[in-house]
Nanobody, 123 residues
Framework: QVQLVESGGGLVQTGNSLRLSCAAS????????MGWFRQAPGKEREFVAAISWSDEITFYADSVKGRFTISRDNAKNTGYLQMNSLKPDDTAVYYCAADPNGDGSSEYGYVYWGQGTQVTVSS
């Protein structure tokens, strides 16, 4: 079992930055791919970024490429999402998730989910 707890959300102005963290419990987290997803009010949950367990492979949604960076520190059992040049369209609840079997590229592989952290970007 892996439990995930996100933190780092908040209210920022357009153009500013935030770094989200995802703290994981369980010794096996370092062997799982990890991803970030978000859900805005009235919209479907969407993929944001993913990183393989070895952090050699990363994936990004087109909407965040060049602005967001996913990373992880397996020694600390923690994943991160650095978000720069934030826009109002980035406003959403952000969730981290763990994929025990794949490389993180498929949403269907994610088994463990955090409770989410709110990110609000004002114009």
């Amino acid at each position: 079992q892996v439990q995930l707890v996100e933190s780092g959300g908040g209210l920022v102005q357009t153009g500013n930055s935030l770094r989200l963290s995802c703290a994981a419990s369980g010794r096996t987290f370092s062997t799982y791919a990890m991803g970030w997803f978000r859900q805005a009010p009235g919209k479907e949950r969407e993929f944001v970024a993913a990183i393989s367990w070895s952090d050699e492979i990363t994936f990004y949604a087109d909407s965040v490429k060049g602005r967001f960076t996913i990373s992880r520190d397996n020694a600390k059992n923690t994943g991160y999402l650095q978000m720069n040049s934030l826009k109002p369209d980035d406003t959403a609840v952000y969730y981290c998730a763990a994929d025990p079997n794949g490389d993180g590229s498929s949403e269907y592989g994610y088994v463990y989910w955090g409770q989410g952290t709110q990110v609000t970007v004002s114009s």
